[in-house]
């Protein structure tokens, strides 16, 4: 009788260690899994509460040196990143007042204008950015896609994207020119 008791002290005993391997398990997963999902919300605050130091260093930057046009790029680029348009478009535009001919400023303002749906003042930003720095191949596929989407003139869109072609741009955008050729030939036939 006593060897079958110390059995099932065994038996009972095992189960017990296999219940509180199992748990431990399970709390270690939740933990771990908890823990990544706490480390990117710290991760995530960490970099908002950098993006806002970065975004007052520049404010007092600009506020010291209105004319300054690279620190008036950089705000505006700042304020692109914190998904805050309208500040966005407020600077830039001050910086196309202190560089007309900016690449830079006349591509994010048509960017801008782009996502407010300004098509006419986007096509303005990107024709500059193509008669200043006609290596900006990124102008004219804001350009074909303006033309073919918002304004409906898919002609010209063909011809922009074209020509874009001829210009041996970098492969990834070489293959969204060619896709959107393929797209207009198909809806419009060869034109």
Known sequence: MHVLSNRREGVVLGFFWVVVVAVTGMTGYRLVTGGESSRQVHAQEEAARALENKLARLEAAVRAEPGNLRNL??????????RQTRQALAVFQRAETVAPDDPHVLSDLGTLYQGLGRYDDAIAKFTRVVQVAPDRLGARYHLGMIYQY??????????????????????????????????????????
Do not use: C, M, W
């Open 150 to 191: 918002n304004k409906g003139d898919s002609a010209t869109a063909l011809a922009i994207f074209r020509d874009l072609l001829d210009r041996n741009p970098d492969p990834r955008l070489a293959e969204a020119v060619r896709a959107e050729i393929g797209k207009i030939e198909g809806e419009h036939g060869e034109e």
């Open 73 to 82: 790029v950089a705000l505006g680029d700042a304020y692109l990143d914190a």
